[in-house]
Nanobody
């Protein structure tokens, strides 16, 4: 059974940093995109960042580019998202996801999802 478990969310002041972690288990993710998405109240789920499990290819949404870094640890089966210079508009539930094929920014291409972790940035 595939499981993606997020951790690391919380409340932080604007300008602060958080590191989200996703622990993946239940299958080999070789060839998968591992992505982070977020959903704010009343808004659609949006792409944040993605990384190919088997390569160093990384992708970022324009809204977080330059402020965030996605990384993976193959030995620990984790995918982390380091977010710096956080803004109130970064407030959302952040989800880890795994998927094969298609465009990395399309949530519909991801087959597996975690339960999400809340990130709240106060002004």
């Amino acid at each position: 059974q595939v499981q993606l478990v997020e951790s690391g969310g919380g409340l932080v002041q604007a300008g602060g940093s958080l590191r989200l972690s996703c622990a993946a288990s239940g299958r080999s993710f070789s060839g998968y995109y591992m992505g982070w998405f977020r959903q704010a109240p009343g808004k659609d789920r949006e792409f944040v960042a993605a990384i190919r499990w088997s390569s160093d290819l990384r992708f970022y949404a324009d809204s977080v580019k330059g402020r965030s870094t996605i990384s993976r640890d193959n030995a620990k089966n984790t995918v982390d998202l380091q977010m710096n210079s956080l803004k109130p508009e970064d407030t959302a539930v952040y989800y880890c996801a795994a998927g094969l094929g298609g465009w990395y920014g399309d949530a519909a291409r991801y087959a597996y999802w975690g339960q999400g972790t809340q990130v709240t940035v106060s002004s």
